[in-house]
């Protein structure tokens, strides 16, 4: 993530870390470009991460990235919130993901609907495409559940990155 958040503010653009006190703590992260918000979870990271964001994308990573990457996904699913979700799928790194993801909606593990939650492109330009143009389609047979009031979608993303 520094290199990327490095990247973004050299073209003096707005970066904002949102990171768990224990990596600063014990100086598992480097220097913040930007804004920082120290949390004390890594939930209250996307907590937070959830009600500041327009849109959640996934570069290529390790089980953290996966981890934070599906339970936005799930949280979409369960009608949590009705944000786009996509994965950077630079040279292929997601292509065994997005497989399984098939493989599991095959299977009938998932929905076709809950599929589409997930938006994959092989381009920033054509994945910040993908994420502007995603309508959200809950699952009547979940979109009963009712959540925190700042579940609602944005009329209109911004796509500035924060880490």
């Known amino acids: 993530m520094g290199c990327v958040s490095a990247a973004v503010a050299q073209y003096q653009r707005q970066v904002l870390g949102i990171i768990p006190s224990a990596f600063t703590e014990n100086n598992l992260?480097?220097?913040?470009?930007?804004?920082?918000?120290?949390?004390?979870?890594?939930?209250?990271?996307?907590?937070?991460?959830?009600?500041?964001?327009?849109?959640?994308?996934?570069?290529?990573?390790?089980?953290?990235?996966?981890?934070?990457?599906?339970?936005?996904i799930s949280w979409a699913q369960l009608n949590i919130h009705s944000k786009p979700i996509g994965v950077l799928n630079i040279n292929g790194f997601f292509n065994g993901l997005l497989s399984f993801v098939y493989h599991a909606v095959e299977q009938k593990f998932i929905t076709q609907r809950a599929r589409k939650i997930l938006i994959?492109?092989?381009?920033?330009?054509?994945?910040?495409?993908?994420?502007?143009?995603?309508?959200?389609?809950?699952?009547?047979a979940l979109s009963q559940l009712k959540w925190s009031p700042s579940s609602s979608q944005k009329e209109k993303l911004d796509l500035t990155l924060r880490l």
Do not use: W
């Not at 120290?38 to 996307?46: F, G, I, N, P, S």
């Open 29 to 72: 992260v480097g220097e913040t470009c930007g804004k920082e918000i120290k949390v004390a979870t890594m939930q209250e990271r996307l907590l937070i991460m959830m009600e500041l964001l327009d849109a959640f994308i996934a570069l290529p990573g390790g089980f953290g990235t996966l981890e934070e990457l599906f339970q936005m």
């Open 120 to 140: 994959s492109a092989t381009t920033a330009d054509e994945l910040v495409d993908k994420l502007q143009a995603f309508q959200f389609e809950p699952d009547p």
